[in-house]
């Protein structure tokens, strides 16, 4: 069974420049979020989607982040404009359910590097 | 607010003598807790997992975790570490809001397998 799948797995861009990821999560997987990690840092959510709905996007900088899943499969992440704090690795995750018996898969995460 | 704290930030340990890696919790009441390690380039994976049943949680790869109520502790240990163990690893909680759940990560802790 395919895992969770992320692109680009690096990114380098200049501040002020626009940026988007990729997420394709499990089949069959309802729920799908997005993590950031800061270097030396656990992950933090972002934003948590169940199908097409955020259903939690408290955590997400609505003035410069924003995500959409359309048909409920797969998501775009995107930033704009991008600033140097915005450096950091952007895990996508899904589970099966929200239901907190079910494990959340990860996927390798985007790197991101703002200059 | 439910919290986990991880008390070593790097941990070096030589090729078949123990592992341990600590990691304190706070909660108002039992919590679920979780180990995860995450290689190089790879996604996070789920190590093991306490949700309220045997306080000797057995994981993969020969990890285990003991919850101690009274030390308010989830440390993670193995009998023999082999180079493929090092990685980052973090402890983590789940607080759980209403129908779904949310998982707060400790700051992880770097392991370093020597020869």
């Known amino acids: 069974e395919a895992g969770v799948v992320q692109s680009p797995r690096y990114k380098i861009i200049e501040k002020k420049q626009p940026v988007a990821f990729w997420c394709n999560p499990i089949?069959?997987?309802?729920?799908l979020y997005w993590y950031r990690q800061n270097l030396g840092q656990g992950p933090e959510l972002l934003i948590r989607y169940e199908n097409e709905e955020a259903v939690d996007d408290s955590q997400l900088p609505k003035d410069r982040f924003s995500a959409e899943r359309l048909k409920g499969v797969d998501s775009t992440l995107k930033i704009q404009p991008a600033e140097l704090g915005d450096s950091a690795v952007y895990l996508c995750?899904?589970?099966?359910?929200?239901?907190?018996?079910?494990?959340?898969?990860f996927g390798p995460g985007t790197r991101l590097t703002v200059t | 607010a439910q919290s986990v704290t991880q008390l070593d930030s790097h941990v070096s340990v030589s090729e078949g003598t123990p592992v341990l890696l600590r990691c304190n919790y706070s909660s108002s009441y039992s919590p679920s807790l979780f180990w995860y390690v995450q290689h190089p380039n790879k996604g996070l994976q789920l190590l093991l997992k306490y949700t309220s049943a045997a306080t000797l949680v057995k994981g993969i790869n020969g990890f285990e975790a003991e919850f101690k109520k009274s030390e308010t502790s989830f440390h993670l240990t193995k009998p023999s570490a082999h180079m493929s163990d090092a990685a980052e690893y973090f402890c983590?909680?789940?607080?759980?809001?209403?129908?779904?759940?949310?998982?707060?990560f400790g700051t992880g802790t770097r392991l370093q397998v020597t020869l």
């Open positions: 995750a899904s589970s099966i359910s929200p239901i907190p018996s079910y494990e959340q898969y």
């Open positions: 983590v909680v789940r607080v759980n809001t209403g129908t779904a759940s949310k998982l707060t």
């Open positions: 089949s069959g997987h309802n729920t």
